[in-house]
């Protein structure tokens, strides 16, 4: 038995095989396994990027899941992603038709981020750690009280 990612978030798309093309050229995602219907239909897919795994389908298989452009670009979550070179992914993701949302910025827990929205509606967060951030800082920069360790 392989190693595997322990949580790995699903997504439903109106459009499977265009999401996976997408994915891999906007946010750099690599495909590395798929079923597919007789006429080559993405049935389900999985596409890795690091030690990470997102996996997609149809919405339309059970009358519970669909792509947020089906339900007025509703989201109840979102994807977070930890990578390299912020500013380079974000750029890509641009180039590559996603709708940048918000624009890469640090936070107060010393992460640049940004927001993505792809091409029906899932919203992505990318982020890179830029510095460590004490537990005093976090609070003092966010007027939250910090519990735990990021």
């Known amino acids: 038995m392989t190693d595997q990612c322990p949580i790995m978030p699903a997504l439903y798309y109106a459009d499977p095989n265009a999401a996976l093309a997408f994915l891999e050229a906007a946010f750099g995602f690599e495909p590395a396994f798929s079923l597919t219907d007789s006429q080559g239909r993405i049935q389900h897919a999985e596409l890795s990027f690091g030690a990470g795994r997102i996996k997609l ?75 460590e951030v004490s537990t005093a800082e976090m609070e003092a920069r966010s007027g939250l009280k910090v519990h735990g360790t990021p």
């Open 57 to 131: 389908g149809p919405g339309s298989w059970v009358d519970w899941a669909r792509s947020p452009n089906a339900i007025a670009g509703v989201n109840t979550q979102t994807v977070f992603v930890d990578v390299r070179d912020i500013d380079a992914h974000c750029a890509r993701a641009r180039a590559a038709g996603a709708e940048i949302l918000m624009e890469p910025a640090e936070q107060f827990y010393g992460h640049r981020t940004y927001r993505a929205r792809d091409r029906e509606g899932h919203v992505w967060t990318f982020s890179q750690v830029v510095r």
